[in-house]
């Protein structure tokens, strides 16, 4: 069970915006900044934003993360074929004075 | 840019010890970075097991605080983990990252795991 709740899948065609949700609690989300993670299929997590909504160089602006209260956002605009990944999000946590992280949402490309 | 590499044995034998080191290599241990160990179990989600500082501070995961110990080796620029008396749902891929810009201010910590090691897989098996 995951400290950071997250869907389990998301799907959209190419073109399309996608958005996932992650939520969380006042011990992490609602008082520290979000971190998103991307995973493609056998290879390591990937920063993908960062504080928010910030990129990290070389990440498109296709990627756009927002945070309000306890929850936060990925949205993922223009699908394309390769963005098929899994994504977490991720936060500090004040309590477990830790990294906590979603379940992960695995993001289908139709 | 810093780059991460795991190494250890791929096959650990129950109640045995799960050793792992991670070397950094185009940055200094001694940045004002934490060092992170990170686990995926197969088809599963990732886990914090826990981060280091170079002055050997450290955080971990409370479940898992009774059986991990974490190093830094300065002179070879890489640090450790070590699990204890393992069983087979430690059977993972373990990552290690750099916890970059780890700080907290007027109550809201910062920071983001970057860049991560390729993982390597640990078996845990007799």
């Known amino acids: 069970q995951s400290v950071l709740t997250q869907p389990p899948s998301a799907s959209g065609t190419p073109g399309q915006r996608v958005t996932i949700s992650c939520s969380g609690s006042s011990s992490n989300i609602g008082g520290n900044t979000v971190n998103w993670y991307q995973q493609l299929p056998r290879t390591a997590p990937k920063l993908l934003i960062y504080?928010?909504?910030q990129r990290p160089s070389g990440v498109p602006d296709r990627f756009s993360g927002s945070k309000s209260g306890t929850s936060a956002s990925l949205a993922i605009s223009g699908l394309q074929s390769e963005d098929e990944a899994d994504y977490y999000c991720a936060a500090w946590d004040d309590s477990l004075n830790g990294v906590v992280f979603g379940g992960g949402t695995k993001l289908t490309v139709l | 840019q810093v780059q991460l590499q795991e190494s250890g044995p791929g096959l650990v034998k129950p109640s045995g010890t799960l050793s792992l080191t991670c070397a950094v290599s185009?940055?200094?241990?001694?940045?004002?970075?934490?060092w992170t160990w990170v686990r995926q179990p197969p088809g599963k989600g990732l886990e914090w097991i826990g981060q280091i500082y170079h002055s050997g501070d450290t955080h971990y995961n409370p479940s898992l605080k009774s059986r991990v110990a974490m190093s830094v080796d300065k002179s070879k620029n890489q640090f450790s983990l070590n699990l204890n008396s393992v069983a087979a749902a430690d059977t993972a891929v373990y990552f290690c990252a750099r916890h970059e810009g780890l700080y907290c201010s007027d109550g809201t910590c910062y920071g983001w795991l970057d860049p991560w090691g390729q993982g390597a897989l640990v078996t845990v098996s007799s």
């Open positions: 504080s928010n909504h």
């Open positions: 185009g940055g200094s241990i001694n940045s004002s970075d934490w």
